[in-house]
């Protein structure tokens, strides 16, 4: 399979999943356009629009594609509904569309009804876990949100995080600020900066580095607790996630 960033707006990522027979699966287009260029200049064939969440900078495009592709089904969860989705998935589902397996996930907290879809090795999470960073809870809890990364961490290594958002640089400043010490972080910190001089992307990751430069995985740490001045031994890890998440609010 061929996986395929297009961005759009300001900093979003649409994916596009491709098999080799030149059909494809269209993840949270925020346009239309660039996904119908992309489209016809590779010859592809979509089967189907996935949704992870209702945001409009997720579902922006569904119109245009259905305009141009009619009877396309297009996969989310009940809080996509009103954005266009017509089959309703949700945690613990699994969706065959061809020669694609997906598995759903369900991921609430920066939206209550957020969803992943999980084709090994590709997991498209939506705004849930970034590189270097997470998704600002906006409709659930800090524990949800928790809870939700923690289904995400137990996925294997190899795992390619497929996040909607070029947020990387900014989340490894946050982690920088919060643990200047750290060598992964300063040096990845480094390889990032490089990349996005030359415009390029930072994503897909892999889960395997996210679990060494993502301070939202290691809430574990006691190196980490320490910095964020949780002295207390074994602290609920959610209660460490919480202050990590409000800091990253207000830096």
Not at 198 to 210: C, S
Not at 217 to 237: H, T, Y
């Amino acid at each position: 399979m061929e996986l395929i960033r297009v961005p759009a707006l300001n900093d979003n990522y649409i994916w596009i999943l491709t098999d080799a027979n030149q059909q494809c699966i269209i993840v949270d287009p925020s346009e239309s356009e660039p996904v119908l260029e992309i489209l016809s200049a590779k010859k592809l064939t979509p089967i189907a629009i996935l949704l992870t969440h209702h945001h409009n900078d997720h579902t922006g495009g569904v119109k245009g594609i259905l305009k141009v592709f009619r009877d396309l089904p297009v996969f989310g969860p009940q809080e996509t509904q009103v954005k266009g989705a017509t089959e309703l998935v949700s945690d613990g589902d699994s969706v065959k569309i061809d020669n694609f397996d997906f598995k759903i996930i369900g991921l609430p907290g920066h939206t209550l009804g957020h969803i992943a879809f999980y084709h090994a090795p590709y997991l498209f999470c939506g705004d849930t876990l970034f590189s270097g960073g997470c998704g600002r809870i906006f409709e659930g809890t800090p524990e949800q949100m928790y809870q939700s990364i923690q289904k995400i961490a137990a996925l294997p290594d190899e795992t390619l995080i497929c996040c909607a958002h070029e947020y990387t640089q900014s989340n490894l400043k946050f982690a920088h600020h919060i643990w200047p010490e750290n060598q992964q972080i300063s040096q990845y910190q480094e390889e990032v900066a490089a990349k996005r001089s030359k415009q390029q992307a930072t994503v897909p990751t892999t889960l395997k580095t996210e679990r060494k430069i993502n301070i939202f995985l290691q809430c574990d740490n006691a190196e980490l607790q320490n910095k964020l001045n949780i002295n207390q031994a074994n602290p609920p890890l959610r209660a460490v996630f919480t202050v990590l998440r409000q800091l990253k609010d207000h830096y």
